[in-house]
T-cell receptor, first 112, second 114 residues
Framework: GQQLNQSPQSMFIQEGEDVSMNCTSS?????WLWYKQDPGEGPVLLIA?????ELTSNGRLTAQFGITRKDSFLNISASIPSDVGIYFC????????????FGAGTRLTVKP | EAQVTQNPRYLITVTGKKLTVTCSQN?????MSWYRQDPGLGLRQIYY???????DKGDVPEGYKVSRKEKRNFPLILESPSPNQTSLYFC?????????????FGPGTRLTVL
């Protein structure tokens, strides 16, 4: 199935900086999800977005569901060393979870 | 503690030697799924199960088998592994298979096929 286009592939930033990453698709999704994967662990859900235009925050993280339903972005403000990891977007067409597609991930490195 | 467990966490094997990766969840979830993660490709679904005795193919099922005889367990079977199955594998579960239910992922199994 069609995977999502996630960018950037990797980011190297200084502690305290803000971070932005995004995901685009040629198809419409009804739900957008953002996961974080720590080294040696499985992905953990950060934010779920269910409505076009929705803007949702979780602490220093903010994510938006694009109006066209074909994109989403994730912002991290005032990054800290424990933000290091791989961030994945996922789009869900609705129905059961075999309609979910993942981006390739953004690897974030935060220098103290 | 609610969790998804996978065993083994690391495995190095040789081409053609049958292997099984176990997956177990203690949350009474109906839905379970297997993914593989490869660099630059994100996660791709191998097989999924909506409930006991109900399994179906995901995007990349070739070379894999699964079974769901009990609700808590969903083993992934490679009857004759090949080097292109070298990958990081994740099992996941959710209460049901629908988008509003959070998927919980296991810690991953890193498989190398020589």
């Amino acid at each position: 199935g069609q995977q999502l286009n996630q960018s950037p592939q990797s980011m190297f930033i200084q502690e305290g900086e803000d971070v932005s990453m995004n995901c685009t698709s040629s198809s419409i999704f009804n739900t957008w999800l953002w996961y974080k994967q720590d080294p040696g662990e499985g992905p953990v859900l950060l934010i779920a977005l269910y409505k076009a235009g929705e803007l949702t925050s979780n602490g220093r993280l903010t994510a938006q569901f694009g109006i066209t339903r074909k994109d989403s972005f994730l912002n991290i403000s005032a990054s800290i060393p424990s933000d290091v990891g791989i961030y994945f977007c996922a789009g869900h067409r609705g129905g059961n979870n075999n309609d979910m597609r993942f981006g390739a991930g953004t690897r974030l490195t935060v220098k103290p | 503690e609610a969790q998804v467990t996978q065993n083994p966490r690391y495995l190095i094997t040789v081409t053609g030697k049958k292997l099984t990766v176990t997956c177990s969840q203690n949350m009474n979830h109906e839905y379970m799924s297997w993914y593989r993660q490869d660099p630059g490709l994100g996660l791709r679904q191998i097989y999924y199960s909506m409930n006991v005795e109900v399994t179906d193919k995901g995007d990349v099922p070739e070379g894999y088998k699964v079974s769901r005889k009990e609700k808590r367990n969903f083993p992934l079977i490679l009857e004759s592994p090949s080097p292109n199955q070298t990958s990081l594998y994740f099992c996941a579960s959710s209460r049901t298979g629908y988008s509003t239910d959070t998927q919980y992922f296991g810690p991953g199994t890193r498989l190398t096929v020589l």
